[in-house]
């Protein structure tokens, strides 16, 4: 696609680019100050739609020009497989188009986080504090680990569907600790079942974006830019001082005055630093492009949660809640772990991956992912060329670590247990897939079943090794004027789904804008 060029000499602070989970809440803090310039750009359009504000219809946005529909390049640990990769494309990222799922991760993952870092203000105890800033919590009182007055209305699963309840019956039946909510207590230990926490308010989704940024909507200091694809940032020496973006077949310029925030999330974060010059030398050179730094750890260490279809069918037709998916359970399958290595999400329909569906799926029926949390497989972004509408390549290398395959199998045989408790017994339902098989059947079940949970994510970790691309501060080391907020910074997945983590990281970027230039 070829593109003019036009000039555009836009001055603001602060340049956030991205309008997802992370970027919403660096704009909207930013932009608290009236006296503050803020320019959120966004690749995708608006959010207002049926397909995004109505819970059940998430599934329409799969693959819709709300989708970035990325795909991972075949893999041999999935039979040559090539899985998709969805990611939100549009105001408000995933957290427009996910299953609404608030889960904040395990303790261990901040202090991993810290420990990373070198800094405490990433540890639980700290993040803590952020959390009780950015929720609106609906449930039961607990004033250490839950916030009521921040923007993100979250509650429990609402008249939560008799498929969900019995799941929480059955593990508990089970052995497994049952709690009131899948964040706080639980995950400071080994973990447990609950309903889920969810991002709906009086029946519609409340997105991130519509929590931060929409009530600021209209004010002079806050400019929203959709249909702006961010091409490359564009520099003074080592200093970022704004960013190119194509948008309706021109390419436009605006600069920041302060600092550029990046929030693209985990593949196109590292697309863009890469094609900017910030990247591993070797792979810059391949495609021509000038050396700005040399960042080894650019687009390298990506991490996903990866899950496996277990599908039940119903005797008669059951009712799905709100975007069907209203419980959840961590566990450790090694109580010497420090924190859950398995990860289930329930679904109140059936979920094949596009393999598994031609062994026969019930026409009702509901899923159980049994899912990794902590996988040790590690992929990688690649560019395919120096262009901005040069496709990225995504190594996910799901399932490249023998241990995930052990853990997959484990995972299974617990879903299996728990869908043939007594407690689904009124539902009438029976195990449709995987049945019992033997283990070389199994393992090319799993490797065939294999779907992500859309948690990418690490592809531009936090740390202080070399490779390591941001530090404690989210600063890109070796660069001025640039920060990186979203998943891509995370040294390792947290546990669960990664929206809320990815408002706190925004929350924490943005205290740290705010502290430097005393805004």
Known sequence: MAVGYQDRQGMYDFIVCGAGSSGSVVAARLAENPEVRVLLIEAGGDDDVPEVVTPAAWPSNLGSERDWAFKAQPNPYLNGRAIPLNMGKVLGGGSSINVMVWARG??????????????????????????????????????????????????????????????????????????????????????????????????????????????????????????????????????VVGVEIIRNGQRQRYFAQHEVVLSLGAI???????????????????????????????????????????????????????????????????????????????????????????????????????????????????????????????????LSHPDDLETALASIELCRE???????????????????????AMTTYVRNAAVTYWHQSCTAKMGRDSMSVVNAFLKVYGIERLRIADASIMPGITSGNTMAPCVAIGERAAEMIKATYGI
């Open 106 to 239: 395990h303790k261990n993952d901040w202090e991993h986080f810290a420990a990373e870092a070198g800094d405490p203000a990433w540890g639980y105890e700290s993040i803590l504090g952020v959390y009780r800033r950015i929720e609106n919590w609906q449930g039961t009182s607990d004033r250490r680990r839950r916030g009521t007055a921040g923007p993100v209305y979250v509650r429990s699963a609402v008249d939560a569907q008799p498929v969900a309840l019995a799941m929480v019956e059955a593990a508990g039946s089970m052995g497994l600790p049952r709690f009131d909510s899948p964040n706080g207590e639980m995950m400071e230990g080994r973990g447990g079942v609950a309903l889920n926490d969810l991002i709906v308010r009086d029946g519609r989704r409340a997105s991130i974006f519509r929590s931060y940024v929409q009530p600021r909507r209209g004010q002079p200091n806050l400019t929203i830019l959709t249909h702006g694809l961010v091409s490359k940032l564009v520099c003074r020496g080592t200093s």
């Open 268 to 398: 196109n974060t590292p697309k863009v630093l890469m094609q900017s010059g910030i990247g591993p030398e070797a792979e810059l050179r391949r495609h021509g492009i000038q050396i700005l730094q040399d960042l080894p750890g650019v687009g390298q260490n990506h991490q996903d949660h990866v899950s496996f279809g277990c599908i039940f069918a119903h005797r008669d037709p059951q009712p799905i809640g709100y975007g069907g998916s209203e419980a959840t359970l961590y566990w450790s399958s090694d109580a010497s772990l420090t924190v859950p290595d398995m990860f289930h999400c329930q679904l109140e329909f059936p979920a094949p991956s596009a393999e598994t569906a031609s062994l026969g799926v019930p026409e009702q029926g509901w899923t159980m992912f049994a899912g990794l949390a902590h996988p040790k497989s590690r992929g990688s972004v690649h560019l395919s060329g120096p262009e901005p509408l040069d496709p990225v390549l995504i190594e996910a290398n799901t």
């Open 418 to 440: 728990l869908g043939g408790h007594s407690a689904f017994t009124d539902l009438g339902s029976r195990e449709a897939l995987p049945g019992k098989l033997g283990r070389q």
